[in-house]
């Protein structure tokens, strides 16, 4: 009964391989976000999305492409990978009460 | 200049020792403070939640706002090894908002040892 849970967990491919990461949760939430940790830790926002309705789209690549076919739903499609996008993709999603985030246990992407 | 900063550490302290976490941050428009700990290979979760100025304790951990310095903490009493994480705090500027965004300091990263 995991509340948010995204797969997979572990992600190792080649440069320029189109990969996709995906995201569910059943909390019953209406928005879910993409975060992007880098190697020290720093969490940056990517991605919003409030009931399948793109609100936030930071400066992200346009190689990256999110998709929410329900609410229930996040998934995250990468084409080109590039050695700069190593680093661990998390989702999470939000009741809506002032910021409380709910996380997934993140997927580890290692460009090769 | 960032909008939110705080030290990465390395912290190591001796078990039962009294852990101070601190983050500043520069836009006075928010209103929002979340403590979140992500353990190792884990995603971050909620810790303490804070609404404007002020303390809030939940047991062990006691959050601290101070709005006119724009300074936040978080103080972790009787610490134990099971404390051993990164702390990273977060605030929002959104009121009750889904739309909202939260500003992440980096993480300060606690040992305690036994």
């Known amino acids: 009964d995991t509340a948010v849970s995204q797969t997979p967990k572990y992600l190792v491919t080649q440069m320029g391989n189109d990969k996709s990461i995906k995201c569910e949760q059943n909390?019953?939430?209406?928005?879910m976000y993409w975060y992007k940790q880098d190697s020290k830790k720093f969490l940056k926002i990517m991605f919003s999305?409030?009931?399948?309705?793109?609100?936030i789209n930071e400066t992200v690549p346009n190689r990256f492409s999110p998709k929410s076919p329900d609410k229930a739903h996040l998934n995250l499609h990468i084409n080109s990978l590039e050695l700069g996008d190593s680093a661990v993709y998390f989702c999470a999603s939000t009741p809506g009460t002032g910021g409380k985030l709910f996380f997934g246990s993140g997927t580890q992407l290692s460009v090769l | 200049q960032k909008e939110v900063e705080q030290d990465p550490g390395p912290l190591s302290v001796p078990e039962g020792a009294i852990v101070s976490l601190n983050c500043t941050y520069s836009n006075s428009a928010f209103q929002y403070f979340m403590w979140y700990r992500q353990y190792s290979r884990k995603g971050p979760e909620l810790l303490m939640y804070t609404y404007s100025s002020g303390n809030k304790e939940d047991g062990r951990f006691t959050a601290q706002v101070d709005k006119s310095s724009k300074y936040i903490s978080l103080f972790i009493r009787d610490s134990q090894p099971s404390d051993s994480a990164t702390y990273l705090c977060a605030m929002s500027d959104q009121a009750g908002s889904t739309l909202g965004r939260l500003y992440f300091g980096r993480g300060t990263q606690l040992t305690v040892w036994p």
């Open positions: 909390l019953g939430h209406d928005t």
């Open positions: 999305y409030n009931n399948k309705e793109l609100i």
